[in-house]
């Protein structure tokens, strides 16, 4: 169970880091003007930003015999890599 734990813990982040860079990449490849359908690529954005969330959840009720104190470091992470990733979809598409 503490290797799930470790992996919820930092699957969060590297999704969050995969949207980023899946925005530029479909940004730099169909540079154009929204259209008033958002197209397959923001709805698997979407997808992935929210299915974080339980895997979130999972890190936090799995935590074992760890203090809060211990964990709050990587949600902080999770959270600011989380952020990110929804201001780079917001800005860029």
């Not at 980023?20 to 154009?32: D, E, G, I, K, Q």
């Not at 979130?56 to 952020?83: D, E, S």
Request: with cysteine.
């Amino acid at each position: 169970m503490q290797k799930f734990n470790a992996a919820s813990g930092y699957a969060p982040i590297f999704i969050s880091l995969f949207c980023v860079t899946f925005v530029l990449v479909t940004t730099a490849r169909f540079c154009s003007p929204p259209h008033v359908d958002e197209g397959a690529e923001a709805h698997i954005l979407q997808l992935l930003m929210a299915a974080q969330v339980p895997i979130a959840l999972f890190f936090i009720f799995t935590r074992g015999q760890k203090p809060y104190g211990q964990i709050v470091p990587i949600l902080a992470l999770q959270v600011f890599a989380w952020v990110v990733a929804a201001a780079a979809a917001r800005l860029l598409t």
